[in-house]
């Protein structure tokens, strides 16, 4: 077969416009990923109330890991394969690594609350979901080093980036991107989990104007817990 007939396989996102494509969809994706995450943690604290010490801290350490994730994801946007790839792998394990955590830890809140709040269905579900995700990152881990370093123990004509079949460590890079887009897969899958339990709570944000202009100092309102003042009598 021609050289030029060879199938050529490129990173996803690299280049303009795609990339900035790429970036925008990581972006959007990952403030509604922080929302999810910020309801959940809200949800599990209101029905917790304090009451289980290990579930409230279990659900604080979730949400420091989830946002850590969300970091990893915004650096991936930011820094494309193509780019600076040192930045890239940084932000992509860390978001893998970091996002396996929020949903086993989260998986764990569940099983606390079983039975009282729900099912041991929902509880299953979510730890396959976590098994699938932490194989997937496994197999990532494994074959994406020993793939990369031998495609790059070659001599190529082309750019780096465009790999051809046939070539050196190349069937080992397409299963770890098959591996890397599972896990993204499976784990956003996840989030969908929460869909049953956010149907059934009603999330208010509350606007309470301590003033009606700019320049009034802002007066503190009362409530039953402060003393009324002589003169608000």
């Not at 320049?215 to 817990?225: P, S, Y």
Request: net charge positive; glycine share 6%; aromatic share 12%.
């Amino acid at each position: 077969m021609n050289k030029e007939n060879t199938n050529i396989v490129s990173e996803a996102g690299t280049d303009p416009p795609q990339s900035g494509i790429f970036s925008i969809c990581l972006f959007c994706s990952g403030n509604l990923g922080l929302i999810t995450m910020v309801v959940r943690y809200m949800y599990v604290n209101e029905l917790n109330k304090g009451r289980h010490k290990k579930i409230q801290v279990i659900n604080q350490i979730s949400l420091f890991c989830g946002f850590t994730a969300i970091g990893g994801m915004m650096v991936v946007a930011v820094y494309p394969m193509s780019t600076v790839s040192l930045a890239h792998d940084v932000g992509a394990y860390t978001l893998f690594i970091l996002g396996l955590t929020y949903a086993s830890l989260q998986t764990l809140v569940t099983y606390y609350l079983y039975p009282s709040y729900n099912g041991l269905t929902i509880c299953r579900f979510r730890l396959t979901i976590v098994l699938l995700c932490l194989i997937s990152l496994v197999t990532m881990a494994i074959i994406y080093p020993v793939s990369h370093a031998e495609f790059k123990s070659g001599n190529y004509n082309h750019p780096r980036r465009l790999k051809q079949l046939g070539e050196r460590g190349f069937r080992g890079l397409v299963a770890s991107s098959t591996a890397e887009w599972t896990l993204a897969l499976i784990f956003i899958t996840f989030f969908f989990t929460y869909i049953r339990e956010f149907q059934a709570i009603l999330f208010q944000v509350k606007i309470c104007p301590l003033g009606y202009h700019i320049d009034e100092v802002a007066i503190k309102q009362a409530n039953e817990r402060q003393p009324l003042l002589n003169e608000q009598v």
